[in-house]
């Protein structure tokens, strides 16, 4: 497998262009994110502001680190895209618009993503992948109806035949040696789907709520447990 394989995949489905020259060219602008392979070579500036508007189609398109013939290979997957602000729209083709997963290329010390997966963007013998189970997201008049929407809809997308035999698909091309769910929704799919073939193994988001009972942040618990699997490499 190689990079162009995942972008066919993907361009097969949606009408992206420039998006992983862009994404290259943001990427290697921040320090914290160690070096990408999303495109051969090229460059791409972005130009002005893209702001989603109702109609709209967000999809976060995969972002890998490593070298995917890497004998561990970790794919995460969270449930579908969101449309939060501006500065994370990369690149707009009719009405879909084209982002990153957590919004990869502004990740810092502070931020909670970046503070969550920082201990597997180190090792260079690790492919860590990134994902969402529904691969795209329908913008409605307001943040909220869009979120209500997206989380209504999740179970119907998910088992869709199409979406099934995609992520069967980009699956296979990985290979993955880890399958990791962030939430509890994400397992339950993928663990049921998946299950059979693949390690799945259960995460919390890194944006949910700080545990009650230890008092501990979620990406402490997602630090914790992605521990445990680099130690078992």
């Given at each position: 497998m190689n990079i162009t394989q995942i972008k066919?995949?993907?361009?097969?489905?949606?009408?992206?262009?420039?998006?992983?020259?862009?994404?290259?060219?943001?990427?290697?602008?921040?320090?914290?994110?160690?070096?990408?392979?999303?495109s051969n070579?090229?460059?791409?500036?972005?130009?002005?502001s893209i702001i989603a508007r109702p109609g709209d189609i967000r999809v976060d398109l995969p972002i890998w680190f490593?070298?995917?013939?890497?004998?561990?290979?970790?794919?995460?997957?969270?449930?579908?895209?969101?449309?939060?602000?501006?500065?994370?729209?990369?690149?707009?083709?009719?009405?879909?618009?084209f982002a990153t997963p957590f919004g990869i290329e502004f990740w810092n010390e502070k931020n909670k993503y970046f503070k969550s997966f920082k201990s597997v963007l180190k090792p260079n013998d690790l492919f860590v992948y990134f994902t969402d189970v529904v691969k795209h997201y329908e913008v409605k008049s307001t943040k909220n109806k869009s979120d209500i929407n997206a989380r209504a809809l999740f179970w119907e997308k998910a088992v869709l035949e199409e979406n099934l035999e995609f992520l069967n698909q980009e699956l296979n091309l990985i290979n993955p040696t880890h399958v990791i769910a962030l939430g509890g929704d994400s397992f339950k799919f993928l663990n049921h789907h998946f299950g059979a073939k693949w390690n799945v193994v259960k995460v919390i988001h890194p944006a949910a709520r700080p545990d009650k009972k230890t008092g501990m942040?979620?990406?402490?618990?997602?630090?914790?447990?992605?521990?445990?699997?680099?130690?078992?490499?």
């Amino acid at each position: 497998m190689n990079i162009t394989q995942i972008k066919n995949l993907y361009s097969e489905k949606y009408s992206f262009e420039l998006f992983y020259e862009l994404a290259q060219t943001l990427l290697e602008e921040n320090q914290f994110i160690p070096k990408a392979s999303l495109s051969n070579g090229g460059k791409a500036v972005i130009e002005g502001s893209i702001i989603a508007r109702p109609g709209d189609i967000r999809v976060d398109l995969p972002i890998w680190f490593g070298d995917v013939s890497s004998k561990n290979r970790i794919i995460f997957l969270g449930l579908e895209p969101r449309d939060t602000e501006a500065k994370y729209n990369i690149e707009k083709k009719d009405n879909f618009i084209f982002a990153t997963p957590f919004g990869i290329e502004f990740w810092n010390e502070k931020n909670k993503y970046f503070k969550s997966f920082k201990s597997v963007l180190k090792p260079n013998d690790l492919f860590v992948y990134f994902t969402d189970v529904v691969k795209h997201y329908e913008v409605k008049s307001t943040k909220n109806k869009s979120d209500i929407n997206a989380r209504a809809l999740f179970w119907e997308k998910a088992v869709l035949e199409e979406n099934l035999e995609f992520l069967n698909q980009e699956l296979n091309l990985i290979n993955p040696t880890h399958v990791i769910a962030l939430g509890g929704d994400s397992f339950k799919f993928l663990n049921h789907h998946f299950g059979a073939k693949w390690n799945v193994v259960k995460v919390i988001h890194p944006a949910a709520r700080p545990d009650k009972k230890t008092g501990m942040n979620a990406y402490e618990k997602v630090n914790e447990t992605l521990g445990k699997i680099l130690k078992s490499f």
